[in-house]
Structure formats: C-alpha cells, structure tokens
C-alpha cells in the first residue's frame, strides 16, 4: 500500500579512527555508541559471540531503508564525537542477508 512506511532490520558495521583517544573517552564513547544499539561483538552463524577490534561496533538495527539507517548512524555518531571534543573518519555500512567472517592471523 503506498505512503505506508514498513521498518526492516539492517546490519550495521560502525568503525572510526580517532588518532590520540585517551582511554577514559573511549569508555565513555562506548557507552553512548552502545547506547545507539551497537556492541563491540558480532555473532556468528553458529550464534558465537566474536569480538570485534576495538573501535569496530556492530549491531541488528530496525530502518525505513539502509540509506537512511546509515545517515542517522552517522549523524548520531558525529554528535557523539562532537561533544567529546574528538575528530576522526567514521565509517557506517548498513545491509541485509550479509555472510561476514573475522580471522585471527
């Protein structure tokens, strides 16, 4: 039925380099980036919970479309970063039906 918006779930990937972050900042900024619904882990297809590298955050999140999924993640994010006074790159990728893998060399 047209004008009917349906939410869908998107998988959402959050990283960012943000050189010379103490670390009493990234806890804080792990809290309000886990309050936006991501978390330093992932699972996998076996349901594992695998972590993640350090400023990596993932998450199942619920959106109109993946774009705007992404640009309010990244709105988000960059008012996070503002108020802790820090610049750096963000990178949001958001999707669905994705096969990811992580590997320790």
């Known amino acids: 039925m047209a004008g009917i918006w349906t939410e869908m779930s998107f ?8 050189p010379g972050m103490n670390p009493e900042i990234m ?3 792990d809290d309000r980036i886990h ?13 594992s919970e695998i972590m ?7 998450g199942e999140l619920e959106g109109e ?5 992404r640009d309010d993640i990244f709105s988000k994010t960059e008012a996070i970063f503002l108020s802790f006074g820090l610049k750096g790159k963000i990178f949001v990728s958001v999707g669905g039906n994705w096969s990811w893998g992580i590997r320790n060399v």
């Open 35 to 47: 309050a936006l619904g991501l978390k330093r882990s992932a699972r996998d297809e076996k349901k």
């Open 52 to 58: 993640l590298s350090n400023n990596t955050f993932s």
């Open 65 to 69: 479309s993946a774009t705007n999924l």
């Open 27 to 29: 806890n804080k900024l």
């Open 11 to 18: 998988s959402v990937i959050l990283t960012f380099d943000s």
